[in-house]
């Protein structure tokens, strides 16, 4: 992907055939490439709404275009654009290739007399004093299986006090610059996904996630357990310790994990953990 990490939050959620799509947030980036741009899937806009964004896609699954009209999705799809305001580059193959940028999109919303600025609190608690978990799960490598083929997962770097993030045992690294993508949160929720019945048996799928989920904060090298509470598809997620106490946030980009319910997280060192609904 294209300057990843200068999102303030990512997103990573199943999808058909055991793969995964990123959803990347940007607010007060002036950047000249976004992507690959794929299409929309129902359940992201869960979270797009959730953080007050314009959602960005090239095309989209039957139940995402179902759900961006009846949800008032303030949306821009990069198929009706003109190639101007999306592109599709000639270094990769499609449909992995449509980008477009920041500018590009501020335009574009202007024109359709979307808000460009929002009120909305943040999705996460973030405060100015480090934090540093009170926590024996020593987190210096976080594994995250999603399926039998995907495997995420993140080292942690004592020096910077951030995690490189790997993709299939490979370093992930920005499409242009080569930089690894680096990651000063984590946040695990281990969500049910289920086939969606849409009728064109695409193996496509949808998650329980309106409700109270397990998952871990991980950030400075240690891992806490934490509960995920989401009531409705445009409520903003509330990241709980389990004393029910907000989590509070470190200052820096968060990648949010939304994985199998049934998925074996490692934590190195440390156990396997193993979650039931």
Known sequence: QANL?????????????GETRLMALYKG????????????????LDYALENDAIYVHFGFSPQAKNDIAK???NNINGIYESSKNFWRVKDKYAPHNAVTS?????????????????????????????????SNIIASTVTIPYSDSNTVSYEYDEETKTYTRYSRKTKQVDWDTKEPVTVKNIIVTFCKNTRLNDGENKDR????????????YITNGKAVEI??????????????????????????NTFVQICPIDSKVIFTPGEQVENNE
């Open 205 to 216: 799928q949808t998650i329980d996630n309106i409700k109270t989920l397990k998952g871990y």
């Open 102 to 134: 920041t500018k590009n999109v501020l335009e574009i919303a202007k024109r359709d007399n979307y808000r460009v600025t929002s009120e909305k609190e943040s999705v996460l608690n973030y405060v100015g004093d480090e934090v540093n978990l009170n």
């Open 227 to 252: 509960t995920c509470e989401k009531t409705s598809r445009s409520e903003k997620t509330l990241y709980k310790t389990l004393d029910g106490k907000e989590i509070e946030v470190n200052d820096g």
């Open 5 to 17: 990490s200068e999102a303030y939050m990512v997103y990573e959620i199943i999808v058909e055939g």
């Open 29 to 44: 980036k002036d950047l000249e490439k976004l992507g690959p741009i794929r299409s929309s899937r129902h359940y992201f």
């Open 71 to 73: 949800l008032g999705v």
